[in-house]
């Protein structure tokens, strides 16, 4: 099993351009979420999937949307990206929310110009 | 409002010395707790999680915490630390079953030979 698979790893982009994240699990999981990492600021959710076919916001929504493609794909999009963006984006997945470990995936390393 | 507080953005031990790494969280309920582990450039790993069975949790690379409810702790120890111990680790907490894992802002462990 590759367990949360995240493309592409790195990633430059000038400011106002728009990229897609992808991430995927093959372990069967309900839930899947995204965060960022910045220094100093831990890990702070985006948005999360608790099952196929429904989205929520996190603590920090501002500027991006999702997409839980199946139960196995939830993308991550920036349409115009800002300076601020500057991050490491992680995904994660777990069996349900809350009580369930969550598993991550290795990052992408994304740097706004 | 529900949080999770890492007391510590940095802790140096020498190498075989006891590892303390702190963490409160806010809340009237015992919620789940887990500690994870980053090492340099990889996602997060789960050391232990703590779901209302036994207050004492092992967990991986002789790591274990203790849930104490009067004092809304739970506490990340290692009787004697080693180099490989080198790492950020993060508390996380989920206050139900149906919400997503609250993290905190990290502490990152040196070990010092």
């Known amino acids: 099993n590759a367990g949360v698979t995240q493309t592409p790893k790195f990633q430059v982009l000038k400011t106002g351009q728009s990229m897609t994240l992808q991430c995927a699990q093959d372990m069967n999981h309900n839930s899947m979420y995204w965060y960022r990492q910045d220094p100093g600021m831990g890990l702070r959710l985006i948005y999360y999937s608790a099952s196929e076919g429904t989205t929520d916001k996190g603590e920090v929504p501002n500027g991006y949307n999702v997409s839980r493609l199946n139960k196995r794909e939830f993308s991550l999009r920036l349409e115009s990206a800002a300076p601020s963006q500057t991050s490491v984006y992680f995904c994660?997945?777990?069996?349900?929310?809350?009580?369930?470990?969550?598993?991550f995936g290795p990052g992408t390393r994304l740097t706004v110009l | 409002a529900q949080s999770v507080t890492q007391l510590g953005s940095h802790v140096s031990v020498s190498e075989g010395a006891l590892v303390l790494l702190r963490c409160n969280y806010s809340s009237s309920v015992p919620p789940y707790l887990f500690w994870y582990v980053q090492y340099p450039n990889q996602g997060l790993q789960l050391l232990l999680k703590?779901?209302?069975?036994?207050?004492l949790v092992k967990g991986i690379n002789g790591f274990e915490a203790e849930f104490k409810k009067s004092e809304t702790s739970f506490h990340l120890t290692k009787p004697s630390a080693h180099m490989s111990d080198a790492a950020e680790y993060f508390c996380?907490?989920?206050?139900?079953?149906?919400?997503?894992?609250?993290f905190g802002k990290g502490t990152r462990l040196s070990v010092i030979a």
């Open positions: 996380a907490v989920s206050f139900s079953g149906n919400t997503p894992l609250v």
């Open positions: 703590y779901t209302s069975a036994a207050t």
């Open positions: 994660a997945s777990s069996t349900a929310s809350g009580m369930n470990e969550q598993f």
